[in-house]
């Protein structure tokens, strides 16, 4: 379960081209596919005032260490077979230090062993308590956000889910509420520009399969892997070397300057 300090330090999010699995050093970004890699350069601008921010920290202008870290997530919805008007989704509630409820979609780092699909099952699992299935991915979303003396680059890759059992809890230390929220109301209640746009566009994925129980058959048979990949077991790798101490600043040499001849001199 990864841990989200609160009143973070966040980027403007960017929607850009459906284009998967990217580690690239770009801005909050949102892609459509699932895990391949991407070659998108486009760069983004500075996050807004009044904007609500994504975990991280302190600022620093002092040189940070720049980390990457790749998370899964997912947006499980109460019953496919109902109209998509009908259909509701499990979103998670923190406070953050203001007092302010912020609205998300559960996710968490990917763990050794773990596809993103299975590390997407298991989060909304531990931080919703309701059991789901992948039925198709909806992409990814990566920000930059700093904390704890490091830049952190964070790709978070999401699914949607069709919820298979459980019951709504917050029993997760990290989770302050959890809701049932009707499709129609996650753009105005999720807190983040990037999920809410994720969500719009989950909205359309949802009716196409709904509309096609073969490919919506197809689509869930697609989405069962039980082996990571290589950029998966990268990613778990690099997660587990997230918390190392941090390496003892090198201190700088200052440059001696010639000396200049003195009048006279040669």
Known sequence: MEKLP????????RVTPPKPSDMAAVPATITTKGLAKSGSKAAGKGRRRGRPERPGGER????????????????????LGLPIDELSAALIGRVDRRGRMMWSLPKGHIETGETAEQTAIREVEEET????????PLGKIDY????????IHKTVHHYL???????????????SEVAWVPLSE?????TYSDERRLARMARG?????????NRLAQSEAESIRTEPNAYEKAAAARNQRRNEPLPPARPRRRRRRPRRPAAGDG
């Open 6 to 13: 609160v009143d973070p330090d966040r980027a403007r999010p």
């Open 60 to 79: 620093s202008t002092d040189k940070l260490r720049t980390v990457r870290e790749t998370s899964a997530g997912g947006l499980v919805i109460s019953d």
């Open 129 to 136: 308590g309701i059991q789901g299935t992948v039925v198709a």
């Open 144 to 151: 930059w956000f700093v904390s704890e003396g490091r830049r």
């Open 161 to 175: 889910l069709r919820c298979v059992g459980g019951e709504l809890s917050d029993a997760d230390y990290e989770v």
């Open 186 to 190: 996650l753009p105005r209640r999720l």
């Open 205 to 213: 994925v949802i009716a196409e399969l709904a509309a096609d129980p």
